[in-house]
């Protein structure tokens, strides 16, 4: 019997979700780098934790006359607002938050939109900090615009979908270890899943009981009892065809008789 192989696609949404979490980690971790070069840092600021180096007084002595233009005055012999710290701290406690909602959520790609949200805001506020932005208006600025904007269509989106599955359950389907023999078994073996709120030792439980399941399976076997179902259900049916009889044979009539006997 001809069977066909499950398509491996990777489903977009949950990849996106997976993908904001790790997002936050790598521009938490790559601010750093600039404080490594003395870079993307803000105006200037009294608070304690103010930056001051060589690097930021020698930037901010060169673009005197650029930031003049733009109406912005900075010091540069004054502490200027590490900018680079407050997004890394931003980010790192997103993704506390967001690895705190896993088990809350309701769809998939319900994370990425907290991302972009949480980001989006982040970004705004320390963009209106730093001396070294693009403007679109005298107080706006280019990145400022483009987290607005981000923030407000997530809120749409985020708003839209938490409506949509309202009161429903998001079921996520269990790692599959041996994914050759599951692409060989296609429709015969199906995947378990489990609620999203399912605890960490649910999840491992069921997985393994899933995945002994699956080494176990019988894929021949399977095939036998599904033909024979089938064969089954046609004749149930009516739908077995009998062989064609053959016509029966007219009976011979009788020889005329002999008119010249009579």
Not at 6 to 19: A, E, Q, W
Not at 134 to 161: N, Y
Not at 219 to 247: F, H, R, T
């Amino acid at each position: 019997m001809c069977r066909m192989p499950k398509s491996r696609r990777i489903p977009i949404l949950p990849l996106f979700d997976l993908v904001g979490i790790c997002f936050l980690i790598g521009q938490g971790v790559g601010r750093w780098g600039n404080f490594v070069n003395q870079e993307a840092f803000g105006s200037n600021t009294t608070l304690p934790w103010g930056m001051y180096s060589e690097g930021t007084y020698n930037y901010l002595l060169s673009v005197q006359a650029t930031l003049a233009a733009e109406g912005v005055t900075v010091d540069p012999t004054q502490p200027v607002h590490p900018t680079f710290l407050y997004e890394s701290i931003w980010c790192l406690v997103g993704v506390v938050l967001l690895a705190s909602h896993i088990k809350k959520r309701r769809f998939n790609g319900e994370l990425f939109l907290l991302y972009i949200i949480w980001y989006g805001l982040g970004r705004y506020w320390i963009e209106g900090l730093r001396t070294d932005a693009l403007m679109v208006t005298s107080t706006l600025r280019t990145s400022q615009l483009v987290a607005l904007v981000s923030v407000a269509t997530a809120v749409v989106l985020l708003v839209a979908g938490l409506q949509r599955f309202k009161g429903a359950q998001l079921m996520v389907p269990l790692q599959v270890s041996n994914l050759k023999k599951l692409d060989a078994a296609g429709t015969y073996f199906v995947v378990d899943e489990l609620p999203a709120s399912a605890s960490h030792h649910e999840f491992v439980q069921a997985t393994a009981a899933m995945n002994r399941r699956l080494e176990e399976f019988d894929l021949d076997e399977a095939e036998k009892v599904e033909d024979n179902n089938d064969n089954g259900e046609a004749i149930e049916e009516g739908n077995v065809v009998a062989e064609p009889q053959q016509p029966a044979e007219a009976p011979e009539a009788p020889a005329p008789e002999d008119e010249a006997g009579e």
